[in-house]
């Protein structure tokens, strides 16, 4: 939230409105809101493009390439964990189900 002057535009004040993400490799970690814009114009299929546009639009700053490509890459690695996480889970309860599966072929 940036508050100025309405006679000469100068900046008097600014202030985040959106809590920054824990991150343990930057002295400035990402705000929550940058990566749940990611996240959002990704499943509805659209990039950093759109995510220009709609922040022009709206009259908000835009993202740098670098800060979009950093969130779609936190937001990859994330997904492949959860994944990794959900195969171990089916793998354990196939593993130590008391109902075997047995193949066609032996």
Do not use: W
Not at 57 to 83: D, I
Request: net charge positive.
């Amino acid at each position: 939230l940036i508050t100025s002057c309405g006679h000469c535009e100068k900046v008097c004040n600014e202030i985040c409105t959106s809590p920054r993400l824990q991150s343990d490799t930057s002295s400035r970690p990402p705000f929550e809101v940058n990566r749940k814009v990611v996240s959002g114009f990704l499943q509805i299929g659209r990039g950093i493009s759109a995510i220009e546009q709609f922040s022009m639009v709206m009259g908000l700053r835009g993202m740098s390439s670098s800060t979009y490509s950093a969130h779609v890459k936190y937001l990859s690695l994330e997904k492949c964990e959860n994944q990794r996480r959900c195969i171990e889970t089916v793998t354990h309860s196939n593993a130590t189900s008391p109902y075997r599966t047995k193949s066609r072929f032996g």
